[in-house]
């Protein structure tokens, strides 16, 4: 089984580009869904955030995101101490979800943190989606109610596409849905071909 990273900036399409290959049949690992409910349901995660942050995180309803939120997005050392938390926990249990998936030809794994965070070293395989940078802004203002500026920020403190372009092994240029149907196609035959090639 080959393994494939997908990484995208806001607006870019990543989840689009995962759900079209969901269609052809592939499954995919959202590192963002897992780490939520690994932060909820994982008592060694959840021992570790308590220690760190206090046992304000949680509440009788769970996780307290809010009050999360408020510790560590103004604090970079908190957020580093949060990550050192998390992300482990995420690439382990998604090593275990590959075992799961084990005699499919190819899997994906979703996360906008890719190189951030260090998965690119948990897959054989990485892509980028990207986009023009009015339309990311044009999208996303469209689907969250954001202000321009607040997508801006956002955007910012992400890897550009120009690095992106350079650190994955395949990109797709997000510009109409149409384009996409045919780029997710193509790659999805070389993908197969390159888990064929692995198996013998």
Not at 19 to 34: I, K
Not at 36 to 56: H, N, S
Not at 135 to 153: D, I, K
Request: charged share 30%.
């Amino acid at each position: 089984m080959i393994r494939i990273g997908v990484t995208g900036g806001i607006g870019s399409g990543k989840t689009t580009v995962c759900r079209m290959f969901a269609e052809l049949g592939v499954s995919v690992y959202d590192t963002d869904s897992h780490a939520k409910a690994l932060m909820t349901d994982d008592t060694d995660v959840r021992a570790g955030i308590v220690e760190a942050f206090g046992e304000r995180s949680y509440t009788a309803e769970g996780l307290d995101r809010a009050y999360l939120a408020s510790q560590v997005f103004t604090d970079g050392e908190r957020l580093e101490r949060l990550n050192s938390i998390v992300h482990p926990a995420v690439k382990a249990d998604f090593r275990r979800w590959c075992g799961l998936h084990a005699d499919e030809e190819y899997v994906l794994l979703e996360s906008a943190i890719l190189f951030d965070a260090g998965f690119e070293h948990e897959v054989d395989l990485t892509l980028a989606v990207v986009a023009p940078h009015d339309l990311r802004v044009e999208r996303t203002c469209r689907r969250s109610g954001l202000t321009v500026a607040q997508v801006e920020s956002r955007m910012a403190n992400q890897i550009s596409d120009r690095q992106l372009r350079s650190l994955a092994d395949y990109t797709i240029e997000n510009m109409s849905l149409e384009s996409l149907h045919d780029d997710v196609g193509r790659l999805d035959r070389i993908f197969r071909d390159e888990a064929r090639k692995k198996r013998e």
